[in-house]
């Protein structure tokens, strides 16, 4: 594994500084191996990130081109980004729950219905943990955060029927996965195919935030039994109860069937030059 | 030459497009609607892309990720969406990343009155994000020849100090109709005194030096240069840091990287001031038409009247101002705004008053009657709630 991280990542960057048994480092490490197994080199990702845990422990990591956005903005930057990359460059956002399911969730739906190539891996803690531990629209209701003492109230997006990703698939992503960093190598095979994906994919990557979650809501500094807290609430397929369980899996696979937007906007942009004038794409 | 008769939003479209604009992404508001739609149908003509955003706030983070990208881009708006830039300016600035943002100034504060000229934005153009440490470059057209010219030059600026740069225009300056002569030849382009500076690649991976040059080429991603461009305070690698020297080293190339180069961002009218008259009127954009109209009638009077119309409004031009005189500041808004920076850099022993409306210009004849009252050192007439206090 050092091996993962001395092709990809700079050396003054490893190890992050997240906090001592963090999930973080095996999120991060989730997508280092995807991108290994695909056999992309340094040149072939680009990869940008958002604001807090996730977007701070892996800004700067990636040996090649990289970028940070603000809060939750980094998806109408590689929007506008994209339309400058060669398509075959891959385009990778490392993003917290927040950053993209909430204060950027607005131009996260509309990358989805643009169908923008991009792969965006959320890394879900449960909530807004580099400040302190707040309660977001993916904490399970009832937990305790420094926000919600008596337990989580608000209606979240992951339970009571609701799903932030099929919001997503409705709103045009072609690629849709959530996994927890617990199991092993699907997470990477997901990842694969998004990456893949010439189109916009998110992947929700579930892990522990073990210095803020653990200790607010599950009530422990034991890493063993955090992460058996973890362990435990992670099924293995899509049809457990998401009030109790993480359901895990690929919830929406439609890569290629749909125009990709920079794709689309060129051919777009060609049609007119020669005079088509209408510039419909096929 | 090509001789048309055309608005300023047609003015600013073409010289996007002059300027090698191949990215706008805008979001509809009167009165800087007709830009987005010039740009939606000059762009895909060019080979350029024009998006609608979800926002504004989107508009300009599209903006600034094609351009990290390496496309030259755009946008432009009126005040409520002027104020949703705050988060990507600042980005943009910190960053140091080209980009050109066009604000049309309508009436406010907030959705006010959309179809009439306002100054209201003259400080939030210097400060449209937070947090300080750093300089500002905005450049205010008083016309449609003129916005044609800034808007290139703006393109050349931000080229060139790596940096947004802003075209504070008003309603009547985009809207308005005017003679607009466009080049047709490299050589009459350049005989206005126009420039393009193309898009160069930094090599990376290390980040700008911590000095005050310009000419550095702006990060660009996809080269795999290993180039790192954040908002976060930069190490000499573009890496993030907590390190309060590093952020110091930061915020003074941000500074004076643009405080050193004035003599490429300063310009201004000045009119009658050789023989240092009593009055000066003071004024930028529109309302600057009329001043100069009424500058001209009172000289034609024998009366001691000057002016002066900042071009480039920040950095502000302290050294316009260095005249002892009484200086008359007019304005398109109620409460003053250019007036306090004209307070401020005035010569000690200089008086400055206002004049201030907006959504309807001066006439040159209430400004005579100003100019009379103060070179008889008697008190401005003032209705209520027109006050002189700021
Ligand atoms: C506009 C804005 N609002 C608030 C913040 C403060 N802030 C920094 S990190 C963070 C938490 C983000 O949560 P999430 O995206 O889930 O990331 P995590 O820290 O949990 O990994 C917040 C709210 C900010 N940086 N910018
Ligand atoms: S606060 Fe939580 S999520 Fe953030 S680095 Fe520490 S353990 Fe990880
Ligand atoms: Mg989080």
Redesign the pocket.
Known sequence: MSDLLEKYVRPEKNPGTACKGCG?RLAHRKVLEAIDELGLAQGDVVWGT???????QTFVTWKGDTFAG???RVYAMATGLRLALPPEKRLILT??????F??GFLHLLNAARRNVDMTVVV???L?????GG?Y?VTTPLGSKTDSSPYGAWEPNWTQGGFDVLRILKESGATFLARHTVLQGHEPVESLKKAIQNRGFSVVQLIYP?VTHYGVQALGTRDLAKIYDWFRERTADDLSADANTHFTTGITHDASGSRVEFAAGLRQFVASVQKGVGNGETD | MKRTFDTGNAAITEAAIRAGCNLFAGYPITPATEIAENMSRRLPQVGGYYLQAEDENAALHICNGGSIGGLKAMTATSGPGFILFA?AFGWAVSSEVPVVIVNSQRVGPVSGITGAPGQGEFYLSRYLTHGGNFETIVLAPSSVQEAYRLTVRAFYLAERFRTPVIVLADQMVTDGWETLELPETDAEFLAMGLEVVPRRIHPGPEFYPATDDIDVPPVVLGHNTGAACSDWTPTDRGHDTEDITWQHKHAWRLIHKILNHRDLIDEADQWYLDDDPEVILVAYGTPSRVVQNAVNAARRDGLSVGGIRPISLWPFQDHLFKRRAIYLVVELNWDGQLVREVQRAAADGSQVHFWGRCGELPTSAELLEDITTLLKHEPLARDGWRTEKW
């Not at chain 1, 909530?127 to 400040?131: A, D, I, L, M, V």
């Open positions: 973080l958002g604001i807090g845990c996730s977007g701070r603000t809060h939750g993003v917290g729950d927040g950053d993209a909430t204060i890394f879900d803690n909530g807004y943990q580099s400040t707040q977001g935030c | 988060d």
